[in-house]
């Protein structure tokens, strides 16, 4: 019985060194795919990565009914745009906490979501509380709406940063401002270096962007382009990073949180261009004589009850709260 004991004690042993050092393989061979592996690739090995770890069946049984309510950040900032009416669109609605608890609040809410489980659950929270929310199945990469259709976008957690390739979340970005009515607004979370880099990490970096110059490999490789377990992240480095990456997508910020990684966005050049298409159709339609309506003059296009907030930013990145998230 000792020997039987020995034994199963060594091998436990060197399992778990053996463990050890093959996860250690595994997470290095994990970063090198944002390196030599495409956006287009890597959209491929997400969309496999939640058909793995989230089947039907599996959510169906672990997925708890979510009471219909708003975390305590959410109620602050959505108070602070004045979210209580016009249309919105929730991408990652999960089981529908925050669309149900918008819907209270006054707001028509669509909710979309990758998992036809959690859609079902959903939709059974919304008959339960007796709110009007649509959930439809589909990605959020895609978006089947028609123009100027929403007055808000919500798109929570990390969502912007599972995106891969710089190139391609402003794509997203650009889809967003073509689904959003003039003054809409975007509410955007993504993910941001959680500490200062440590000396390993920053030669990685440097050895892997010498890798993307490869004839074969990824030149849109970045700093901060992590493959975990599957799943792709971008981690942006600093604030001036996505200031950056958002400006070239043509938004506007309003409201940047970058503690707890959270933008909320406009577009106005393109708002302005259908403010503009909008007056030539009214003068061209206009009686002789007659002027056409002034369309936004003095005022700023917000959506219905949307103006910029003034005063504290009570949860401004000025503010030393830890980052939180928002569990679906």
């Known amino acids: 019985m000792r020997l039987a004991g020995l034994l199963a004690y060594r091998l436990a042993r060197f399992f778990d060194v053996f463990g050890n050092w093959a996860y250690r393989v595994s997470k290095l061979l994990y970063s090198l795919v944002p390196v030599f592996l495409g956006p287009k690739e890597i959209s491929g090995f997400i969309r496999d990565y939640y058909r793995t770890v989230y089947p ?13 309510d708003l975390t305590p950040w959410e109620v602050k900032l959505f108070d602070r745009h004045n979210v209580r009416s016009g249309r919105m669109l929730v991408l990652g609605s999960g089981s529908g906490r925050e669309s149900v608890a918008l819907a209270h609040r006054g707001v028509r809410v669509i909710g979309v979501d990758t998992n036809a ?14 709110a009007a ?32 390739g710089s190139t391609q979340r402003q794509s997203f970005l650009a889809g967003l401002d073509r689904v959003l009515k003039t003054g809409g607004l975007a509410v955007v979370g993504f993910l941001r270096e959680q500490r ?37 992240f971008h981690a942006f480095q600093h604030e001036a990073e996505i200031r950056a990456e958002l400006a070239r997508a043509g938004a506007r910020i309003r409201e940047l949180n970058w503690t707890r990684g959270l933008v909320v966005l406009d577009f106005p050049s393109t708002q302005r261009k259908r403010m503009s298409l909008r007056q030539e159709e009214c003068g061209a339609s206009a009686p002789a004589g007659h002027p056409a309506p002034a369309i936004g003059s003095g005022v700023h296009p917000g959506p219905v009850g949307s103006p910029r907030p003034t005063g504290p930013d009570l949860d401004s990145d000025r503010s030393p709260r830890h980052p939180g998230g928002s569990p679906r």
């Open 117 to 130: 489980a959690a859609v079902r659950i959903a939709h059974r929270l919304a008959r339960q509380e007796g």
């Open 56 to 68: 039907e069946d599996a959510v169906e049984e672990w997925l708890p009914d979510s009471a219909p």
């Open 196 to 232: 200062e880099p440590s000396r390993i990490k920053r030669m990685s970096w440097r050895l892997y962007r010498l890798l993307a110059r490869l004839p074969w490999a990824n030149h849109l490789y970045q700093p901060g382009d992590e493959c975990l377990a599957g799943h792709f």
């Open 133 to 164: 929310v649509s959930f439809h199945m589909g990605i959020f990469l895609d978006l089947p709406y028609g123009p100027a259709s929403f007055d808000f976008v919500f798109l929570s957690s990390n969502m912007l940063s599972s995106i891969p």
